[in-house]
T-cell receptor, first 112, second 113 residues
Framework: AQSVTQPDIHITVSEGASLELRCNYSYGATPYLFWYVQSPGQGLQLLLKYFSGDTLVQGIKGFEAEFKRSQSSFNLRKPSVHWSDAAEYFCAVGVRGNKLVFGAGTILRVKS | DVKVTQSSRYLVKRTGEKVFLECVQDMDHENMFWYRQDPGLGLRLIYFSYDVKMKEKGDIPEGYSVSREKKERFSLILESASTNQTSMYLC????????????FGPGTRLTVT
C-alpha cells in the first residue's frame, strides 16, 4: 500500500540557516509528489509538486525539492530560512482517483 | 484566489449529538474532500466527492457521512458524535483535471465531550 514517511517530527533551525525536510514514499508506480505547508491556524497550502521530468522542482516562497527514485525520497530544501517559515510541513503522494496520501508532518521551529 | 470556507473554527458537542460541518468553495471546483488531522497521523481522507451527489469513501469513513447537493457545498455529518471523533477537520477542493492540487479551508476543531 502507498505510504509517506516523514522521519522528523520536529526540526529547529536558526534564522538564515539552510533547511532540509525529509520525505520517503512507498508507491508502486511513478509517483506524483507534493509538499504542503500549514501555517498556524490556517489550512494547507501547496508549496510545490513533482509529476515528471526535471527531478529538481521549484516552488513558492523559495522552496525546492528533489526527487530521487533510487532512494524513494522527495526532500524539501530552502537555502536560508526566515522566521515566517515556521509552520508544519506535509509531504504527500498522489494516488488513483485524485486522492492524496499524506505523511505525519514535520513541525519547523525557527529560532532567532 | 480560491477560497474554501468552513462554517465554524471551533465546535464543542456532546456525545451522541448529530453534528454537521459545512464547507463552501467559490471556484467551481468539481472535487471536494473531507480530511481529519490528528497529531502524529497527518491528514487522513474521510470522504471525497467528484461531482454533485457523488461520493466515495476515503480511508476512515466509519462514523461519518457526507452530502453534496450543490457543487459549491460539501457537508460532513457525524451521525452520533463520539469522543474519539474529537479532532481537526479540514475541507479541500480541486479541479477535476488537477485533482492533486487541493485548496484547503482553515479547519474546524471539533471537541466531543
Amino acid at each position: 500500500a502507498q505510504s509517506v514517511t516523514q522521519p522528523d517530527i520536529h526540526i529547529t533551525v536558526s534564522e538564515g540557516a539552510s533547511l532540509e525536510l525529509r520525505c520517503n514514499y512507498s508507491y508502486g508506480a511513478t509517483p506524483y509528489l507534493f509538499w504542503y505547508v500549514q501555517s498556524p491556524g490556517q489550512g494547507l497550502q501547496l508549496l510545490l509538486k513533482y509529476f515528471s521530468g526535471d527531478t529538481l522542482v521549484q516552488g513558492i516562497k523559495g522552496f525546492e525539492a528533489e526527487f530521487k527514485r533510487s532512494q524513494s525520497s522527495f526532500n524539501l530544501r530552502k537555502p536560508s530560512v526566515h522566521w515566517s517559515d515556521a509552520a508544519e510541513y506535509f509531504c504527500a503522494v498522489g494516488v488513483r482517483g485524485n486522492k492524496l496520501v499524506f505523511g505525519a508532518g514535520t513541525i519547523l521551529r525557527v529560532k532567532s | 484566489d480560491v477560497k474554501v470556507t468552513q462554517s465554524s473554527r471551533y465546535l464543542v458537542k456532546r456525545t451522541g449529538e448529530k453534528v454537521f460541518l459545512e464547507c463552501v468553495q467559490d471556484m467551481d471546483h468539481e472535487n471536494m474532500f473531507w480530511y481529519r488531522q490528528d497529531p502524529g497521523l497527518g491528514l487522513r481522507l474521510i470522504y471525497f466527492s467528484y461531482d454533485v451527489k457523488m461520493k466515495e469513501k476515503g480511508d476512515i469513513p466509519e462514523g461519518y457521512s457526507v452530502s453534496r447537493e450543490k457543487k459549491e457545498r460539501f457537508s460532513l455529518i457525524l451521525e452520533s458524535a463520539s469522543t474519539n471523533q474529537t479532532s481537526m477537520y479540514l475541507c479541500a477542493s480541486s479541479l477535476s483535471d488537477r485533482g492533486y492540487e487541493q485548496y484547503f479551508g482553515p479547519g474546524t476543531r471539533l471537541t466531543v465531550t
